[in-house]
């Protein structure tokens, strides 16, 4: 019997991530009302937009949201900095109408000679020759610092909500807000469905693990935002590389964690190890050992033959399984690799077509249709 792993996306696939939206449409919002704009408001179709373009991550598209209602307003006034905070009067309150997103979209869809990393790619659009381009940077190169960003602060503590906001980084909430994660989140798996796949997991040869770019605790460097999901859809049980577990890694190897996680290979061979029943240090290690050194191949030889069903939502975590499934080939080993891709959006079912995926509505159209006597099938 061959085996099957199968390895799931969290965010748009095991959960509607309904709380990252609303997080991510909050934090516009309140920036664009501080800027003085009326109105600002980012549709569900424009974080598809992002999607699409493979901004998978809110914490880079509402920095470029960010970015993109500055510039109006340092051409309109050049003297001003970066804003810090929310505060009131921070800047002239003429309450225009902030600048639209189909432009912004149509710059980041546009033709670069570089290719790879698309926030790469959106910082090289918006900044290259800009005369803030050095303050543009600097917001990109500082979104992931919860002292110094403003969207990145706004967002975890929508995210985390106020109080465990103000537990995790020792700093005096803003608002008063519930956790967005436990107020808007919904599983795509009604709880008779995930009881399903857990007994077919159960069986031998099955095997699942989530592979995310959604925060994990693993290491203590990132908040357990994957496993608060992975709860809410009824498979705690299953193993998680998230985006704290390639934090970790990129510390321990002195990399970037944007080498390590989606698209990089590196993320699907961890996840693939961690499905193995491997424990987490030693999958990490061994992901990075094969997709950044080409080293401990032989470690990878219980792969041969296995059958690999991959269920995303974004050309990222598509094309880190497709580049893992390639150093397996290189290898030696033959494994079978399906993609599958999870959306309802006619934009981001174009997105995962394009990169070889077979497209589904739902993760229960997908279980039931891409798996032969699969779990839902029964």
């Not at 959960?15 to 009326?38: D, N, Q």
């Not at 905070?85 to 309150?93: I, K, N, Q, V």
């Amino acid at each position: 019997m061959s085996q099957k792993i199968l390895l799931f996306d969290m965010d748009g696939v095991l959960l509607e991530s309904a709380g990252y939206h609303k997080a991510l449409t909050e934090t516009v919002r309140l920036i664009g009302e501080a800027l003085g704009y009326k109105n600002v408001e980012l549709t569900p179709a424009d974080i598809a937009a992002f999607e699409a373009a493979g901004i998978t991550s809110e914490w880079d598209s509402s920095v470029i949201c960010f970015i993109w209602l500055m510039l109006p307003l340092w051409e309109r006034f050049p003297s001003l900095g970066i804003p810090a905070t929310l505060t009131e009067g921070l800047f002239p309150r003429e309450y225009g109408l902030a600048p639209k997103w189909e432009a912004l979209f149509d710059k980041l869809n546009q033709p670069l000679s570089e290719s790879g990393n698309p926030v790469f790619r959106a910082e090289q659009i918006l900044a290259s020759g800009h005369p803030r381009e050095q303050n543009i940077r600097q917001i990109f190169y500082e979104a992931y610092s919860i002292e110094k960003s403003l969207t990145y602060r706004i967002f975890q503590e929508l995210v985390l909500g106020s109080l465990f906001f103000a537990e995790t980084y020792s700093l005096l909430p803003w608002f008063e807000a519930e956790s967005f994660l436990s107020q808007f989140d919904r599983p795509n798996l009604i709880p008779d469905e995930s009881a399903k796949l857990l007994n077919w997991l159960a069986e031998d040869g099955h095997r699942a693990a989530i592979f995310t770019n959604r925060p994990s605790g693993y290491g203590g460097l990132s908040t357990p935002e994957a496993e608060i999901g992975a709860r809410r859809v009824g498979l705690a049980a299953l193993p998680i590389v998230g985006y704290g577990d390639m934090l970790w890694l990129s510390q321990q190897r002195g990399v970037e964690v944007g080498a390590l996680r989606k698209p990089s290979p590196a993320h699907t061979l961890a996840a693939l190890q961690r499905a193995r029943g491997m424990d987490a240090k030693t999958a990490l290690h061994l992901a990075a050992d094969l997709a950044l050194d080409g080293k401990n191949m032989s470690d990878w030889h219980q792969f041969q033959g296995v059958e690999v069903y991959v269920f995303e939502d974004t050309s990222a975590g598509l094309k880190s399984a497709q580049a893992a499934q390639g150093i397996l080939q290189e290898l030696g080993l033959n494994s079978f690799w399906h993609f599958l891709g999870i959306s309802a959006v006619e934009a981001k079912q174009t997105a995962l077509r394009s990169v070889g995926a077979e497209v589904f509505s739902s993760l229960s159209e997908a279980l039931m249709a891409g798996l032969v006597r699969g779990p839902l099938s029964k």
